[in-house]
């Protein structure tokens, strides 16, 4: 690996991102790893909710490499890949219109100015109404699988919502296991409106956005009868994504994640960003 790494720092509803562009190959994937654990450290690097490898590929316009603060490898990230969508764009890598590989499948993308549409992959593995004691209580849990594992909890009070406390101990529940699970605290504000809060696994803590968690919320509302699409989600960063689809029952199609993905800055990393962690 050699230094200086050209990087640009974006953020797609609060959830901040490192993109590198890799389509000249200087980092072995055994490398990745350790590399994101380091670079995402926040106040001895660059910090992020995780980071972003763009590389060519032959099934589409490009693929990515996308790891999360942990260093763990994730399936699929709806705001990362909005991110992801614009930056290629940005630097010509892609079309407004585009289409890129990722772990989950081939994601579809429309940039519209500062403003991403994503085509997610069809969600898998809905359960309903599952109760779990989570903490000594009985919590009412619906799951679902929107590119990543997602668990749901309804509540009247999103505020107080206990998201670190409970959001850890249901990611690491036996019922989820081996895998374990992003987990989503989620209050109706309207007919067509809810607020999100989410425990990421791989960040290990909340974050400002979840792009496929409000994907998951807004489906299971639906579903429950809560909601009707076009679903406006509020984030715990205070900015909001709109989830469209369509459902015949239980059966769920025509999923679009939308909402902006902001370029914050660019820069440089040199090799004591990322030395005490390789």
């Known amino acids: 690996m050699q230094f200086p790494i050209d990087f ?90 585009m289409r890129f590989e990722t772990v989950a499948g081939l994601i579809e993308a429309e940039v519209k100015d500062q403003s991403v549409k994503l085509k997610m992959t069809a969600p898998t593995g809905l359960r309903l109404q599952e109760k779990l004691m989570v903490n000594g209580l009985e919590q009412v849990v619906h799951s679902l699988n929107t590119g990543v594992p997602h668990a749901v909890l309804f509540g009247e009070d999103i505020v107080r919502a206990p998201v670190l406390e409970s959001g850890r101990s249901i990611r690491f529940h036996e019922h989820f296991q081996p895998a374990g699970t992003n987990v989503n605290f989620v209050q109706q504000l309207g007919a067509q409106a809810l607020s999100v809060r989410t425990y990421e696994r791989g960040v290990e803590g909340e974050t400002l956005a979840c792009g496929t968690g409000a994907v998951a919320a807004a489906i299971i509302a639906g579903i429950l009868g809560q909601v009707q699409p076009p679903v406006a989600v509020t984030t715990s960063g205070d900015e909001q994504l709109t989830i469209h689809y369509a459902l015949a029952g239980q059966e769920i199609s025509e999923v679009y994640l939308e909402g902006p993905a902001h370029f914050i800055y660019e820069g440089r990393l040199h090799e004591e960003a990322i030395r005490t962690k390789s």
């Not at 200087?26 to 790893?33: G, I, K």
């Not at 060519?56 to 260093?71: H, I, P, Y």
């Open 8 to 97: 640009t720092k974006m953020s797609g509803t609060g959830n901040d991102f490192i993109l590198i562009d890799h389509r000249t190959l200087f980092m072995r994937r055994d490398e990745m790893p350790a590399f994101a654990r380091a670079v995402c450290e926040r106040r001895v690097s660059a910090g992020a909710d995780g980071l972003i490898l763009i590389e060519n590929s032959e099934a589409a316009d490009f693929r990515w490499q996308f790891l999360n603060a942990d260093g763990s490898w994730a399936e699929m990230c709806g705001n990362g890949a909005r991110c992801a969508a614009r930056f290629a764009f940005a630097l010509g890598i892609a079309p407004a219109r």
